[in-house]
């Protein structure tokens, strides 16, 4: 089996530029997953939701994947809009729109690596 029918998907990033303008990339032949974590620690249940972003070699170079703006995030599909500093068009107005979404948290740099390059992208 191939890698690349392992990345089949397509995410919109949104990176914020300056306070009120944002760059939306859209980017194909990523991987999506979505994840859930359990705990019990003392009797109390935890449950973290979060999703995942593989971008292999080829996908990451043009843009900008960083967890150092709180507002930079990414949407699972091709999205048509823009952020803005409105009312209804605001990043949390856009995550809210769009349930298979979220800010960057992380970023594992794995393009240094000799197979497999790629950068995994962590999102809540």
């Not at 979060?50 to 703006?69: C, D, H, K, R």
Request: net charge positive.
């Amino acid at each position: 089996m191939s890698n690349r029918a392992l990345f089949t998907d397509t995410v919109t990033v949104f990176n914020q530029v300056s306070d009120n303008e944002w760059r939306r990339t859209v980017v194909k032949g990523v991987q999506w997953t979505d994840k859930v974590e359990k705990s019990n620690s003392d009797g109390v249940i935890s449950i973290l939701q979060y999703a995942s972003v593989t971008f292999p070699e080829g996908t990451y170079e043009n843009i900008t994947l960083s967890p150092g703006s709180e507002q930079d995030c990414i949407i699972l599909g091709a999205v048509e809009g823009m952020i803005t500093t409105e009312r209804g068009q605001r990043v949390s107005d856009l995550l809210k729109q769009y349930p298979r979404s979220g800010l960057i948290k992380s970023v594992k740099d794995n393009s240094l690596r000799r197979h497999l390059k790629n950068k995994k992208v962590v999102l809540v």
